[in-house]
């Protein structure tokens, strides 16, 4: 033990004065004892008590005292136990290292060491974790397993081409000229995807004619989408005449639909206005529907007079609906009041209802006076239901508290229910007093259910500082059963300790059993997790009318949390009213799990 703590005191030392890297080396040249520093301030260095922590310790502590087996089984026991622990990868590491030291099959263990590094690519064990790979991957070759030479080879390239990235790197950033020349080679020789993109990445640095070139090259293959992408993403960050020049190339002879969209983002970021005419070209001609849309995106991202002719042009041409409803959205966001009037004729006059609704949505967007009126005007010329429906949510959206009146008057005076709906919905967004007050104007003077319901629901979601009390007094008062019971689930939907008092108030004293039928539907399913069993237990005592004891039991059953088994069992063992016990039966069986199998399996061999 004495040794194994000088290998630590060591370590900390190495660690601190020299880095991993010397740390590695000493715990390499001790027996390949690999000491974690973090692990070791346990023992005196940390105010870490968590469980996880001293769990983790404690099983690292026989890592230092070479009990293998022992830690093999204290780290499989952390790893379940403590899933989601920051010790996690640590944890993950020794087990692996643990379970090579106790003798495990050596492809048991490579396989695990495997398995860290797949889960673990970013942890800091992950390069020990695969040169220990290679270590037992070697060993399994020169017993005759040649299906392991493919692997450790792969790895051991790996490595080699990283550590050659890194001194590339670390060559250019010294303006060393012979960098450029190896790293052309290595990107023809190597097979590494991931690499190449690394490869890619750093071209992008060089100012250099054989740079650029070997770029265009790359992102003209259409061998590798995704490097391709990479190439002309570098290409773009470069602002070159040669680079936007092979990007307007790109674009227009690529069969790649990906890497074509990769040019028009990269095209659009460089912000010159010679781009525009390739776009609006796109937009208005390209047979790739998605290509062309994302052309028009692009053109909406550009703040200037040609781009929104340009998307105005492609507003009014014959393309399909979808591109159409690119160049609307991209309308609308635009700050630009000019557009408003395009808009506004779309939505009332196009024959196509999807391109009106986007129209709509576009005037919502733009969020000025202009396109407030807009919508306003659509809303009493359009013909069309669910453009006026769009037309109200947009009005909702834009939260405008002056729109509170005009909003209750078409909630008030509207003919079609939908749209008076629509409007209390709208209200219902608008986070105001005026707004709430209108909503209950509304549930006192309209004659029609549904928007009296509708009244209720928003009520409900506002959550406002009266809510509770006045949704109550419809509850408890409204002479209409299907009001009241709106009502009590409007309360229900207010999600407070406050709320299920009044729900319990409800079930106690309103007149209407339908209504107290509703009070026991929204306090089962608003009390919460174990809150709502408790409950119905404590109202299914308290409560002496049998029809609703009975519904009281199949909430129970409906709600199927942990105690509602036993909760049902003690009622059909107990309760005096055979129509209460069949219920619970009844209940039981719609839990459907071995618990409540099991019971009604009793109930039947008595």
Same mark, same amino acid.
């Given at each position: 033990?004495?040794?194994?703590? &000088? ?9 601190? *004065? ?9 715990? %390499? ?9 973090? /692990?070791?301030?346990?023992? #005196? ?11 983790? #310790? ?41 379970? $090579? ?6 492809? %048991? ?23 220990? *790979? ?9 017993? #005759? ?40 080679? *290595? ?74 969209? /990769?040019? +028009?983002?990269? @095209? ?15 937009? +208005?001609?390209? &047979? ?21 002719? =340009? ?31 395009? @808009? ?6 196009? &024959? ?5 609704? =986007? ?30 429906? /769009?037309?109200?949510?947009?009005? #909702? ?6 729109? !509170? ?11 079609? !229910? ?24 509304? @549930? ?9 319901? =509708? ?22 008062? $409204? ?10 689930? /409007?309360?229900?939907?207010? $999600? ?5 008092? %009044? ?34 237990? $404590? ?29 049902? !069992? ?37």
């Amino acid at each position: 033990m004495l040794k194994n703590l &000088k290998i630590v005191v060591l370590t900390i030392f190495c660690l601190t *004065m020299f880095g991993n890297a010397a740390a590695s080396v000493v715990s %390499e040249s001790a027996n390949n004892l690999m000491i974690d520093a973090k /692990a070791f301030s346990l023992f #005196g260095g940390t105010d870490d008590n968590s469980p996880d922590a001293i769990a983790y #310790g404690k099983a690292y502590k026989l890592v230092l005292d070479e009990k293998w087996v022992d830690a093999v089984k204290a780290f499989e026991g952390f790893l379940k136990n403590f899933p989601k622990s920051s010790w996690k990868d640590d944890a993950g590491f020794w087990l692996c290292f643990s379970k $090579d030291k106790a003798g495990f099959n050596p492809e %048991e263990v490579f396989k695990s060491y495997q398995d860290f590094v797949n889960n673990h690519r970013g942890s800091k064990w992950a390069d020990d974790a695969r040169s220990n *790979m290679i270590i037992i991957g070697q060993k399994l070759v020169s017993q #005759g397993k040649v299906e392991y030479k493919s692997i450790i080879d792969n790895m051991k390239k790996k490595n080699d081409e990283e550590i050659s990235i890194t001194a590339l790197y670390a060559l250019q950033n010294m303006g060393d000229e012979k960098a450029l020349s190896v790293m052309l080679k *290595m990107y023809d020789s190597t097979t590494n995807d991931e690499y190449k993109g690394k490869i890619i990445f750093a071209l992008a640095n060089f100012d250099s004619p054989d740079a650029m070139k070997k770029l265009i090259s790359i992102a003209k293959s259409g061998k590798n989408p995704d490097l391709q992408k990479k190439a002309v993403y570098a290409l773009s960050n470069t602002d070159k005449p040669e680079a936007i020049k092979a990007l307007k190339d790109i674009l227009a002879n690529s069969k790649v639909t990906e890497v074509r969209k /990769a040019v +028009l983002y990269s @095209l659009q970021n460089t912000d010159s206005p010679d781009v525009l005419p390739i776009l609006k070209n796109i937009a +208005l001609t390209d &047979k790739d529907t998605e290509l062309a849309k994302a052309s028009v995106y692009a053109l909406g991202n550009f703040d200037h007079k040609t781009s929104l002719e =340009a998307l105005k042009e492609i507003l009014k041409s014959n393309r399909p609906i979808e591109i159409r409803k690119a160049a609307l959205y991209s309308l609308g966001n635009s700050d630009n009041s000019d557009i408003v009037p395009v @808009l506004t004729d779309i939505a009332i006059n196009s &024959k196509d209802n999807e391109l009106s609704k =986007a129209a709509v949505h576009a005037l919502g967007n733009v969020e000025n006076k202009y396109s407030i009126d807009a919508i306003k005007k659509v809303l009493k010329t359009s013909k069309v239901m669910d453009v006026r429906k /769009a037309a109200l949510y947009a009005l #909702g959206n834009s939260a405008t508290p002056d729109l !509170v009146p005009f909003l209750k008057s078409i909630a008030l005076t509207e003919r079609d !229910v939908e749209l008076a709906k629509a409007s209390i919905y709208s209200l219902g967004n608008i986070e105001s007093k005026d707004a709430v007050s209108a909503i209950e104007q509304v @549930l006192k003077e309209s004659k029609k259910p549904e928007v009296r319901k =509708a009244a209720l629901y928003s009520i409900g979601n506002n959550n406002s500082a009266g809510s509770l009390k006045f949704l109550t007094g419809i509850a408890m008062n $409204d002479p209409d059963d299907e009001i009241a019971k709106a009502a009590v689930y /409007a309360i229900g939907n207010l $999600d407070s300790k406050e709320a299920i008092n %009044e729900l319990k108030n409800i079930l106690k004293n309103s007149k209407s059993m339908e209504v107290r039928k509703a009070a026991i539907y929204s306090i089962s399913n608003n009390a919460g997790d174990g809150v709502g069993i408790k409950l119905l237990g $404590d109202l299914l005592k308290k409560e002496t009318n049998t029809h609703l004891r009975k519904t009281i039991v199949y909430q129970i059953g409906s709600s199927k949390e942990k105690g509602a088994v036993p909760l049902l !069992v003690k009622v059909i063992k107990e309760d005096k009213s055979t129509e209460v016990r069949k219920a619970a039966v009844m209940a039981l069986g719609n839990i459907d799990s071995p618990e409540a199998q099991k019971a009604l399996l009793e109930i039947l061999q008595k």
